[in-house]
């Protein structure tokens, strides 16, 4: 009876991953190459001294960071805002869902149409408001398009972060912050003593999980700018797949998806390294 379900996950995991594997030694320039030559490490010394990598490393990194950073304090603000006890929680809730529930390639169309600098809604609305005398270009500049871009990832992922947060603030006793009122602790206090420590393990968990899915962001950068202008907005992920897809070498786009993936590997094993202190902390 589990055959079929094995079939499924060989056929779908695991044989790509040693398919993968295996071209990632050898130099392959065509899928249509019966025997290709084994080059060793070649391929993953080539990736090492390649300045693009690293550039493409850096912008990854630059994304992560500042996208997490952002996500963690809008989340834990809206978090606080779901689970404070006013009417109309549950449409609040309800709406606060949509953007993550719209699909990523949705969403970068979306963003992408707003951020045009002749038919966007953001200039027409900032020209309305006095703020800019002249149709700014957006994606025009390396810098300033990732800054968008992160602005269209945390558009739609600071609803599931603060989901997350909130299920670790519904966990936290009503007692605690009755008995912080009593002692005359202010909002702030309560926040910095009370609320931020006993979120610890939520807020790990979070931030591991939102490292992990920023690290390997793909589809929002490929439909906004396509990785451009001036490669300012290609990350890992993009590298790899222009590497492999459009440059048609096989060998050494293999070998950036293993680093990727051992990258991510790490920072799973992480994850569920918080996630089992998250546990034993409820326990």
């Known amino acids: 009876m589990l055959l079929p379900a094995a079939i499924v996950v060989f056929g779908v995991i695991v044989?790509?991953?040693?398919?993968?594997?295996?071209?990632?030694?050898?130099?392959?320039?065509?899928?249509?190459?019966?025997?290709?030559?084994?080059?060793?490490?070649?391929n993953y010394a080539k990736v090492g001294k390649n300045p693009a990598f690293w550039s493409s490393m850096n912008r990854t990194l630059y994304f992560t960071v500042v996208s997490t950073a952002i996500e963690l304090v809008l989340g834990l603000a809206l978090a606080g805002l779901l689970?404070?006890?006013?009417?109309?929680?549950?449409?609040?809730?309800?709406?606060?869902?949509?953007?993550?529930?719209?699909?990523?390639?949705?969403?970068?169309?979306?963003?992408?149409?707003?951020?045009?600098?002749?038919?966007g809604s953001l200039n027409a609305i900032l020209t309305q408001l006095g703020l800019i005398s002249e149709d700014k270009i957006w994606l025009g500049s390396p810098l300033l398009a990732m800054?968008?871009?992160?602005?269209?990832?945390?558009?739609?992922?600071?609803?599931?972060?603060?989901?997350?947060?909130?299920?670790?603030?519904?966990s936290i006793p009503q007692e605690t912050y009755e008995a912080a009122r009593i002692d005359g602790a202010g909002a702030i206090r309560t926040l910095r003593s009370i609320?931020?420590?006993?979120?610890?393990?939520s807020i790990s968990i979070v931030m591991i999980y939102r490292i992990i899915e920023a690290f390997k962001v793909f589809d929002v950068i490929y439909i906004m700018?396509?990785?451009?202008?001036?490669?300012?907005?290609?990350?890992?992920?993009?590298?790899?797949?222009?590497?492999?897809?459009?440059?048609?070498?096989?060998?050494?786009?293999?070998?950036?998806a293993y680093m990727i993936v051992t990258a991510i590997?790490?920072?799973?094993?992480?994850?569920?390294?918080?996630?089992?202190?998250?546990e034993m902390s409820l326990l």
């Open 265 to 278: 590997a790490i920072l799973s094993a992480l994850y569920l390294r918080a996630l089992r202190r998250s």
């Open 83 to 119: 689970n404070a006890r006013i009417r109309g929680r549950w449409l609040l809730r309800t709406i606060v869902v949509i953007p993550w529930a719209v699909p990523t390639v949705v969403s970068g169309a979306l963003w992408k149409g707003i951020f045009n600098p002749q038919f």
């Open 195 to 201: 609320t931020l420590p006993l979120l610890v393990p």
């Open 147 to 170: 800054n968008m871009v992160i602005v269209a990832d945390v558009w739609k992922t600071v609803p599931v972060v603060a989901f997350m947060l909130l299920a670790g603030l519904t």
């Open 15 to 42: 044989y790509p991953i040693v398919r993968t594997g295996v071209t990632s030694v050898e130099n392959v320039t065509s899928v249509m190459e019966p025997n290709a030559e084994f080059v060793g490490l070649s």
């Open 225 to 256: 700018t396509g990785g451009g202008p001036a490669d300012g907005t290609k990350t890992i992920a993009l590298y790899t797949y222009y590497t492999a897809i459009r440059d048609q070498r096989y060998g050494v786009g293999s070998a950036l």
